[in-house]
């Protein structure tokens, strides 16, 4: 990753209203390629409707959004799917009639417009992802009989089958214990050094101190702070909004302790 080169996604004044309250106000930033960027921030900030108005399920109502270089506002989402843009959800919904190994390969079938594959291609690369994620064991079961984690592996594993250059994840650690969270934080690492570029929200500090290189905080929809994960996690603002001086005492007194 070059520091001059352009930005693989930009954000430009992005606003989003819902009944005229503005969910995202006026947010800009840029993403680089090769980054792991995290989006951090009290519940209600809009961390969620910033994902889906990249991603094309929310229309703008102001500002832009470029992907390498070109608007995608106002694209739907199949289309930003198809030009390597591929998300999670916090509601992980997979499709209960089939088993893992189909699930993962419905995102090599629909995914981005270099990445389309015929059946069989598809399955490979199902296959490929599933072991990348540590689902390979489970392939041929159906997804009733998958765990809250795997589940969530199982969503990463959709998304990353489409071939995407940037994976938007959406909490994919929330619920999980912390032998679960440390699994899912290598599952991330190893997903990025196939060289897939990643922004993720979460509320677990110790995801954004390990494998974020920056961390941006919303709050009331806009940007409250942006920098470094250890320099974001010191600023008095983002206590103040966010991590509450609990969280802060800790850290000063026990850096290695999780936060919220």
């Known amino acids: 990753m070059s520091a001059t080169a352009a930005p693989q996604l930009e954000l430009r004044s992005v606003t989003k ?8 106000d006026g947010v800009t930033f840029e993403v680089r390629e090769g980054e792991i960027v995290g989006i951090i921030g009290p519940n209600g900030a809009g961390k969620t409707t910033l994902l889906n108005c990249i991603s094309g399920i929310h229309r703008l109502d102001g500002g832009d959004i470029r992907w390498r270089g070109d608007s995608i506002s106002g ?3 199949h289309r930003i ?6 998300r999670t959800f916090q509601i992980v919904r997979p499709f209960g009639s089939m088993t893992v190994r189909e699930n993962a390969a419905v995102g090599a079938l629909f995914g981005s417009a270099d990445a389309r594959r015929r059946p069989r291609e598809a399955f490979e690369l199902a296959d490929h992802v599933l072991e ?6 489970k392939a041929r079961h159906p997804v009733s009989a998958l ?3 795997d589940r969530k592996r199982l969503e990463v594993a959709r998304a990353v089958a489409t071939r995407p250059r940037l994976l938007l994840l959406d909490e994919v650690m929330a619920g999980l214990n912390n032998v679960e969270i440390d699994a899912a934080l290598e599952m991330v690492e190893t997903v990025h050094a196939t060289g897939v570029t990643v922004l993720l929200i979460e509320h ?4 954004i101190v ?5 961390a941006i905080v919303l709050d ?7 920098g470094e994960p250890e320099s974001v996690l010191r600023d008095e603002r983002v206590i103040q909004a966010y991590l509450g001086e609990r969280y802060a005492k800790r850290r000063r007194t026990d850096p290695g302790r999780d936060g919220p």
């Open 210 to 214: 390990g494998v974020c290189r920056r």
């Open 147 to 149: 765990t809250i984690p």
């Open 204 to 207: 677990v500090m110790r995801v």
């Open 132 to 137: 990348l994620v540590g689902l390979e064991a």
């Open 75 to 77: 694209m739907p989402p």
């Open 17 to 24: 209203r819902f009944g005229g309250v503005a969910a995202v």
């Open 220 to 226: 009331f929809g806009q940007v409250l702070a942006e």
């Open 81 to 86: 799917a198809r030009l390597g843009i591929g």
